[in-house]
């Protein structure tokens, strides 16, 4: 364990995150001028590792590596070892995770990345083993190679360092338009389409494990349905809200969402608790009850709005940014129970075997420590396998033992708090409290989004009136990214407060619009410590600033900078939109105000493709009818290959929606090369439909992307 009187530079910084590794052996740095400017004093590479409080990898590595006493000696020899918190700058995590991707084909954090120190990237992963495993090289064999590589072979390593900074400056700007798009409500039904072509029709919501809710893609639906009535839309999205509301996924006692699942049934979570997944869900839900009148859709985001006020919500209104996954190294270790703790707790005060029944706790145990134990199931996850006995969400009895539980629960040990108010999801919080205020007649929650709004206006600004980033308490640090004015921008209009939300619009289109060209930057033009600046238009969790910032300025009236913005993804919304849902949504907003967009191709000049560019070229896709029987021929590159149908993991999957479909066959296990997929649609043979195939294409040592192709329905 670190040595708690022994302390780094990063004691004296404010992230939750930086100050759990204030006292490793490592001389870490924070991302600053100090860091960089030892770099190029002292000509030593730079270790950039990136990672946020509540991320367990991030933990199993900072125990693994940076607590070893030798691990840090040789970190601490060769390198300037630099310690980011991602969630204070997104600007660096983004542009060094598409290095990651670039050069490994894979991502996720911790992440870890190795700079000259110019930092231009030249060798990058995530979480690396303190010792050679399974074939893998360990940390330490890493570093030693590194470091003689930068010392003897120093021609190599800036030849590569400057291939993939060359690569991060020509995919900073989204790809122009290869031919003419026309921007109109059917092209938003196209893309909506494609969105949720992965939609689990057994299970609800979208993809296979691990499965995260996918708050925008919901959240784009639900907005077309205000405006046009499609069952089949709704009904995807009324079971996937009752799917995650009724699995392990929603904290059961306390109302609030956790980050995923690790199961396509929703059953077991990762259990990180995010202010914006569940500002974003809020919002959902809310307007899922608005629509449908559905009690239970009501009740869940009181649960969530309720959770947040009770536990996420600093004094000065502020809110929190996330709760941990582990108490003492143990996932999970918080939420889970015996049926004998169970029965115990409410024996005498509630149902108890009601209870049990209804929350799972009869089928037996269901989860069991990844990381720790044998592998045998010795605990619960509660979820409701009954939902529908005298509606559980609703039922008083269950109620009474949900409020028994909880209590108990408090008395345990509880995972740490990151404590730090970040402005963008902050915002988030605002707009979801806002509107579900409005729509369930909850004075409370509006009352507190606008003092959550006060205290950013107040606090969270600079001396010229920018935005900052992050803060604690009273004091607020690090400019503003393009996301922190975009969404402050919309939950301000949430608020009526319009005249707040252009002031801040005006500092946006300010500081981040490309006259030029359209589009926001994610940075400011002054930003020093960059070597790329970033234009990005794909929501990652969150919504894209771009997305954001288009639909609120078209509320706001400013449709010039609003059609230019989607103009200027339109070339990138056509071949992967799916992932855009944000954009997708502000184009519709601008559709329903102004008319169709009209975009014209542009001269393509010599690129190279994204790693999801990439994973489109790797399949050819061409459709051939017999009758009513549609024949998908696809031709896989050479050296790739598409995981199975029935793959437990992002298994290729035709889907259709606008017409019926009696059969789909696909071809046994991994596919490569030339085969077809047959699909017996119900005759008539039908006029107009859409037809999506989602696949991630896999080489020998990594996976692309998972994609989704559009195929021509004539």
């Known amino acids: 364990m670190s040595d708690p009187s022994r302390t780094n530079r990063l004691a004296g910084e404010t992230s939750p995150y930086l100050l759990q590794h204030a006292h490793n052996p490592v001389d870490w740095y924070p991302w600053g001028s ?9 000509n030593k590479p730079i270790f950039l590792s990136v990672g946020y409080s509540t991320c367990y ?13 030798t691990i840090a000696a040789e970190m601490n020899r060769g390198f300037v070892s630099i310690k980011v918190d991602r969630e204070e700058r997104p600007d660096v995590d983004q542009l060094y995770m598409l290095a990651v991707q670039l050069m490994t084909r894979q991502g996720g954090w911790p992440m870890s990345v190795f700079l000259t120190p110019d930092l231009r990237p030249f060798y990058a992963g995530t979480y690396f083993p303190p010792r050679d495993h399974y074939g893998r090289p ?31 400056r020509q995919l900073a700007r989204p790809k122009p338009a290869e031919s003419t798009v026309k921007i109109d409500m059917d092209w938003v039904k196209s893309l909506i389409d494609r969105s949720s072509a992965d939609f689990d029709e057994e299970n609800g919501g979208f993809g296979t494990a691990p499965k995260f809710p996918r708050q925008t893609v919901l959240q784009l639906m639900l907005i077309y349905l205000r405006d046009v009535a499609d069952a089949e839309m709704l009904r995807k999205v009324t079971q996937s809200l009752d799917a995650m509301a009724y699995g392990g996924i929603r904290d059961q006692l306390g109302g609030g969402f956790h980050r995923y699942s690790t199961d396509a049934r929703w059953l077991v979570p990762h259990f990180e608790i995010m202010l914006y997944d569940n500002a974003m869900l809020l919002w959902i839900y809310a307007e899922a009850h608005r629509q449908t009148g559905a009690a239970r859709y009501a009740a869940i985001a009181r649960g969530i709005a309720d959770f947040i006020l009770r536990e996420m919500t600093a004094g000065s209104g502020a809110f929190y940014t996330a709760l941990d996954a582990e108490v003492d190294g143990r996932e999970g270790a918080n939420y889970l129970w015996t049926r004998d703790e169970v029965q115990s707790l409410l024996s005498g005060k509630a149902d108890a075997a009601k209870f049990t029944r209804v929350y799972g706790l009869d089928d037996g145990p269901n989860f069991s420590d990844p990381h720790h134990g044998n592998g045998s199931l010795e605990q619960n996850v509660l979820f409701l396998a009954e939902p529908e006995e005298g509606n559980a969400l609703l039922d008083e009895d269950l109620l009474r033992g949900r409020q028994i539980l909880y209590e108990s629960r408090q008395k345990r040990k ?77 939950a301000l209009l949430a608020l009526h407060r319009r005249p707040q939300a252009g002031q801040i619009a005006q500092a946006m289109r300010r500081r981040f619009h490309d006259e030029s060209h359209g589009g926001f930057f994610f940075t400011q033009a002054d930003a020093p410590d960059l070597v790329v600046r970033q234009m990005v238009g794909s929501d990652s969790p969150l919504p894209s600033g771009n997305g954001i910032a288009a639909e609120t300025l078209v509320q706001l009236g400013d449709f010039e900078t609003a059609r230019k913005t989607i103009s200027t993804f339109a070339g990138q919304l056509s071949g992967a939109g799916e992932q855009m849902s944000a954009l997708v949504q502000a184009a519709m907003a601008y559709v329903n105000s102004r008319g169709e967009i009209a975009v014209s191709a542009q001269a393509q000049t010599q690129r190279p493709l994204s790693p999801e560019e990439l994973a489109r070229q790797v399949v050819e896709i061409e459709p051939r009818w017999e009758g009513t029987i549609l024949r998908v021929h696809c031709a896989v590159a050479n050296g790739y290959h598409l995981n199975a149908h029935d793959a437990a993991q992002a298994p290729t999957r035709l889907s259709v929606s606008g017409a019926e479909i009696e059969t789909i066959n696909y071809p ?36 692309l992307p998972i994609v989704t192709q559009t195929i021509p329905s004539n």
């Open 34 to 42: 100090e860091a960089l400017e030892k770099a190029r004093r002292e």
């Open 57 to 69: 990898w991030c933990h199993v590595m900072e125990r693994e590596c940076f607590e070893s006493e």
């Open 138 to 168: 360990g940390f330490p064999r890493i570093l030693a190679a590194l470091e003689d590589a930068f010392a003897v072979k120093r021609r190599d390593v800036d030849k590569s360092a400057d291939q993939i900074t060359d690569l991060l």
């Open 668 to 703: 046994p296990g991994q596919l490569s090369g030339d085969f077809e997929i047959l699909a017996r649609f119900k005759p008539p043979r039908p006029d107009q439909f859409s037809l999506n195939l989602s696949y991630q294409a896999c080489d020998a040592s990594a996976c």
């Open 414 to 490: 509880q995972p740490r708090m990151d404590r730090k108010i970040l402005t963008s999801w902050n915002a988030l919080m605002i707009t979801g409290l806002a509107h579900a205020g409005e729509i369930l007649h909850e004075e409370k929650y509006v009352t507190a989004a606008g003092r959550c709004a006060d205290y950013l206006l107040r606090v969270h600004r600079d001396a010229e009136g920018g935005l900052l980033r992050v803060g604690t308490g009273e004091v607020a640090k690090q400019p503003g990214f393009l996301d922190d004015y975009a969404f402050l921008t919309q």
